[in-house]
């Protein structure tokens, strides 16, 4: 047989029931405050780890979609190095996809996050184009990244 006991947590100092409701309230609003800063933090830790968000809109197993999947795996996991996400939409299986993200040609990458959004076309052959279009490198650099 189990006993149960209830006790009561309140400071013995609340003597009326509204101390006692303020006191409930009061314990609960600073739960809410370690519970927000610690999400916080969490968030602020992950900022430097910038993840992308990517999608790359293809029209199936074409040599040049084929290409565009190879080039942009190729190229994430040399300049993101596993802090991105990338997704390959067949627009001939989700055609309502590509017609909500206004694909007007192929292959199309999008990039998500971080904003702003962008877009690229082409078979992401050319290094810079991808990464000056997706923000890893800014117009007209002089400094180039080696391929």
Do not use: W
Request: with cysteine.
């Amino acid at each position: 047989m189990r006993l149960l006991t209830t006790f009561s947590l309140q400071p013995k100092h609340l003597n009326s029931y509204n101390d006692k409701i303020n006191f409930g309230v009061k314990a609960i609003e600073m739960k809410k405050e370690k519970t927000s800063t610690e999400e916080f933090e969490k968030a602020a830790a992950k900022t430097g780890e910038a993840k992308y968000v990517l999608r790359l809109y293809v029209t199936g197993m074409t040599p040049k979609s084929t290409l565009a999947i190879a080039n942009v795996r190729k190229l994430c996991e040399k300049h993101l190095k596993g802090s991105y996400e990338l997704k390959v939409i067949d627009i001939y299986q989700q055609p309502n996809l590509a017609k909500d993200e206004q694909i007007i040609a192929i292959p199309t990458l999008i990039k998500k996050l971080p904003l702003p959004i962008r877009k690229v076309i082409g078979d992401m052959s050319d290094t810079e184009s991808f990464l000056v279009g997706i923000d890893l490198q800014p117009r007209d650099s002089e400094e180039r990244i080696d391929e």
